[in-house]
T-cell receptor, first 114, second 112 residues
C-alpha cells in the first residue's frame, strides 16, 4: 500500500516569513495530493490540492509543488500570519482495483511567532 | 447549511461496552469514511463506503463495525473487541473517492 512521510513534525517561523512542509510518497500510481489544515479540537479542512498532471498550484499565500519523478510534494505558505498556526497534513490518493483511498502523513505542527 | 455532523463531541465508555458514533452529511456525497487520529500519528482509515449498503475495511478495521443504510448516514460502532479505543474519531465524506473530502468536527472517545 501507499506510505506517506511528512517532515518536519514541528515548525516555528517568525510572522511574515515563509514556511515549507515536505512530503514523500511511495506509490507511483498516486495521482491526487491534498493538504489539510487542522485547528485544535476541530476536523481537518482542505486548503489546497494538486493532481499529478500539474506541477504547481497557487492560491493566494499558499502554493503546492509536485515532483512526480522524485515522488515528493511540498506546501509553501508565504507571509505567514498568526492564524496560520495549526497542524497541517499531506495526503496521497492511490487506486487499487478501482478503489481509491487517501493515505495521510503524520502531520506538521506549525507555530507562527508574533 | 451543507455539512457533515458528528455526535457526540465527547464520549465516555466503560471497558467491555460497545458504543456507536454518529455521522450525518447533507452534501449528497456518495463516499463516506471513518478515520482514527492518535497523538503524533496521521489519520488512519477504519472503514469507508462508496455507496449505500456497501462498505470496505480500511487499514485498522479490527474491533469496529459500520453500516450504510442511508446515503446521508454512516455510523461507527466501537466494539469491546477494540483493544485500545481511546482516540479522536473523524468522519468524512466526498463526492466520490479521489475528490475533496469534507471532515466533521470529530468525536473524542475515552474509555474509563
Amino acid at each position: 500500500g501507499e506510505n506517506v512521510e511528512q517532515h518536519p513534525s514541528t515548525l516555528s517561523v517568525q510572522e511574515g516569513d515563509s514556511a515549507v512542509i515536505k512530503c514523500t510518497y511511495s506509490d507511483s500510481a498516486s495521482n491526487y495530493f491534498p493538504w489539510y489544515k487542522q485547528e485544535l479540537g476541530k476536523g481537518p479542512q482542505l486548503i489546497i490540492d494538486i493532481r499529478s498532471n500539474v506541477g504547481e498550484k497557487k492560491d493566494q499565500r499558499i502554493a503546492v509543488t509536485l515532483n512526480k519523478t522524485a515522488k515528493h510534494f511540498s506546501l509553501h505558505i508565504t507571509e505567514t500570519q498568526p492564524e496560520d498556526s495549526a497542524v497541517y497534513f499531506c495526503a496521497a490518493s492511490w487506486s487499487n482495483f478501482g478503489n481509491e483511498k487517501l493515505t495521510f502523513g503524520t502531520g506538521t505542527r506549525l507555530t507562527i511567532i508574533p | 447549511d451543507g455539512g457533515i455532523t458528528q455526535s457526540p463531541k465527547y464520549l465516555f465508555r466503560k471497558e467491555g461496552q460497545n458504543v456507536t458514533l454518529s455521522c450525518e452529511q447533507n452534501l449528497n456525497h456518495d463516499a463516506m469514511y471513518w478515520y482514527r487520529q492518535d497523538p503524533g500519528q496521521g489519520l488512519r482509515l477504519i472503514y469507508y463506503s462508496q455507496i449505500v449498503n456497501d462498505f470496505q475495511k480500511g487499514d485498522i478495521a479490527e474491533g469496529y463495525s459500520v453500516s450504510r443504510e442511508k446515503k446521508e448516514s454512516f455510523p461507527l460502532t466501537v466494539t469491546s473487541a477494540q483493544k485500545n479505543p481511546t482516540a479522536f474519531y473523524l468522519c468524512a465524506s466526498s463526492r466520490q473517492q479521489g475528490f475533496e473530502a469534507f471532515f466533521g468536527q470529530g468525536t473524542r472517545l475515552t474509555v474509563v
